[in-house]
């Protein structure tokens, strides 16, 4: 981080920021409804007057915004339609946190184990989680749990997802294979507060970023990477919240600048990129992907005929629909391509659960693949 970082002293708490920020929307929103009719998730009726008043502090939530606030999936679809600038999302999530206590199991079996300050039974699932995590993944037993003890210019960031072995063992490959000298930081104890941010945990999200931040000053790297994109978000916003001089990027971008140390080579026919909501078709994580598919594979365009191409993580299986639209879009990509390669690791893991015939893939396993396909070559 080139010694530049320094810490704001007035660190506004999310509570209070979201709080001030709602009462602000509601006074600028003319109840236009655009939000909602983009919305893709599962809602009883009501009007925009109710959401408007549930959100508010002091106001009681009915029970019929309450389900629809645990079925948001905090995709941001209802941002860019509003003529007011208004982030609805945002103001589902404050009902979330108005809610937080009445949360589905769904939610809370998600958080069980995630967090930095965890006590009772949560804190003793999370010890015996990490242990048979590491006994079982050795030469990953490492970077689980740890603060990185060497200065690197590189930080690769799993958080969470250190235990998504496949993805992390294929990432350090790559890393090693163009040479790149990195730290890994990596488990549930440095989540990046997405998950609790998502859920309206606000205060275990503020925990969770400040813990991060300290661990992340500890190796002063110029650039982090990571292959989620709530960590990305994340990370994103601890680097404002703290002015923090780093670059993120997600590890396709990394690799694409080290594009010359792999074989230029179609391994793959048609593939499309998956259009997640934190790393929409323009965004340079996507293009990035879109450039990996292309190198490697017949780039063809994502299915725009679907209300959501979502994975719809984030409601933690409250929607009952959730496994309807998964199917839809899942359909609709079969009719363009036999595989989808996600770059978000989140939307890789959700969606290659959906039984159907498409091959879901992370977008990382083409630069292996191609490796892979010239080791093969040369042992020829
Ligand atoms: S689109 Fe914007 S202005 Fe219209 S109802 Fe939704 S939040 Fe209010
Ligand atoms: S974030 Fe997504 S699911 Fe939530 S209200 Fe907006 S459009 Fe609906």
Redesign the pocket.
Request: aromatic share 4%; proline share 5%; charged share 20%.
């Given at each position: 981080m080139n010694g530049q970082t320094k810490k704001n002293k007035e660190l506004t708490p999310t509570k209070t920021f979201l709080q001030e920020k709602v009462s602000e929307?509601i006074e600028?929103?003319?109840?236009?409804?655009?939000?909602?009719e983009v919305c893709p998730v599962t809602k009883d009726t009501f009007t925009?007057n109710e959401l408007?008043l549930a959100s508010q502090e002091g106001h009681i939530v009915p029970s019929k915004i309450k389900e629809f606030a645990f079925h948001c999936v905090q995709c941001g679809k209802?941002v860019p339609?509003?003529?007011?600038d208004?982030r609805?999302d945002h103001?589902v999530r404050y009902i979330k946190y108005k809610i937080r206590g009445k949360k589905p199991w769904g939610y809370k079996r998600y958080l069980f184990v995630k967090g930095p300050k965890l006590t009772g039974m949560r804190r003793i699932t999370q010890q015996l989680f990490i242990r048979l995590k590491k006994l079982t993944n050795k030469d990953l037993a490492c970077f689980m749990e740890t603060t990185p003890g060497k200065k690197a210019d590189v930080l690769f960031y799993p958080g969470c997802y250190i235990y998504s072995t496949k993805t992390v063992r294929q990432t350090l490959r790559l890393l090693n294979h163009i040479g790149c000298s990195y730290n890994v930081l990596g488990g549930t104890t440095t989540c990046c507060g997405a998950p609790h941010l998502l859920q309206g945990e606000f205060d275990q999200a503020d925990d969770c970023t400040e813990l991060l931040y300290q661990k992340i000053k500890t190796c002063d790297p110029q650039i982090i990477l990571t292959a989620c994109a709530e960590c990305f978000e994340a990370i994103e916003q601890m680097k404002k919240k703290y002015t923090m001089d780093v670059e993120v990027l997600s590890v396709a971008q990394y690799l694409l600048r080290y594009q010359d140390k792999f074989p230029a080579k179609k391994i793959r026919g048609k593939i499309t990129v998956h259009d997640s909501c934190r790393f929409p078709t323009q965004s340079p994580q996507a293009v990035a992907a879109q450039e990996v598919a292309s190198r490697f594979g017949e780039l063809v365009t994502s299915p725009m005929d679907q209300p959501s191409s979502c994975c719809y993580q984030w409601n933690h299986d409250s929607d009952p629909d959730n496994v309807l639209r998964q199917a839809n879009y899942l359909a609709a990509v079969k009719k363009k391509a036999p595989t989808l390669a996600c770059n978000c690791l989140t939307c890789y893991e959700e969606l290659k659960k959906t039984y159907t015939d498409v091959e879901v893939i992370d977008i990382l396993q083409l630069f292996e693949e191609a490796l892979d396909a010239s080791e093969t070559i040369e042992e020829e």
């Open positions: 929307y600028h929103c003319i109840e236009c409804n655009r939000c909602m925009i408007n209802c339609v509003c003529p007011k208004i609805r103001m």
